[in-house]
């Protein structure tokens, strides 16, 4: 499989680095989606005694899977060699949303850490704060990603119509 074209990797097509990462993002899906349906039997079929918090693993879990999952579909334009679409603008601002609902799940798990059980581990409370600080940050960066790429379709289209 040949990906580069001269000194330049290729992005877009069949074997562009887009398709390569849409491959590589769908094994994660599978092998996330994988992990939450398998944990719960490897753990009730043993006598490890788990720690009742890894409830709250699970929504921030199920919300970055529907993030990969988004971002599945944003690389399949890209092999498809149409990134500048409404589907483009409407994967990125569901992927903000869901990422926006994580970091409050995040926040929850901090504040639950933090005041509820009272744990006084401060790398679990520095881990809960940096994650919930880094998904505002993301939910920032793909509402601004995606109204870049609604602004681009814009004069896309209007240039195809002067043309």
């Not at 990422?99 to 798990?109: G, N, P, R, T």
């Not at 994650?131 to 602004?151: Q, R, W």
């Given at each position: ?58 929504p921030n879990a199920i919300c970055l899977l529907l993030i990969i999952y988004q971002f599945v579909g944003l690389f399949n334009s890209l092999k498809e ?83």
């Amino acid at each position: 499989m040949e990906i580069k074209e001269g000194k330049n990797m290729k992005v877009f097509g069949k074997y562009g680095l887009g398709n390569i990462l849409k491959i590589l993002l769908q094994i994660v899906f599978i092998f996330g989606i994988s992990i939450l349906i398998i944990f719960p039997i490897i753990i009730s079929n043993t006598n490890i005694s788990i720690n009742p918090n890894i409830i709250l693993f699970y929504p921030n879990a199920i919300c970055l899977l529907l993030i990969i999952y988004q971002f599945v579909g944003l690389f399949n334009s890209l092999k498809e060699e149409n990134p500048f679409c409404k589907n483009t603008v409407k994967r990125l601002k569901a992927s903000q949303k869901i990422s926006a609902v994580a970091s409050v799940f995040w926040l929850f798990d901090f504040v639950f850490e933090t005041f509820i059980v009272k744990n006084t581990s401060i790398l679990v409370i520095i881990v809960l704060l940096f994650m919930f600080i880094l998904f505002i940050g993301v939910t920032i960066a793909l509402y601004i990603l995606s109204e870049l790429f609604n602004k681009a379709i814009e004069y896309k289209n209007e240039n195809d119509l002067t043309i």
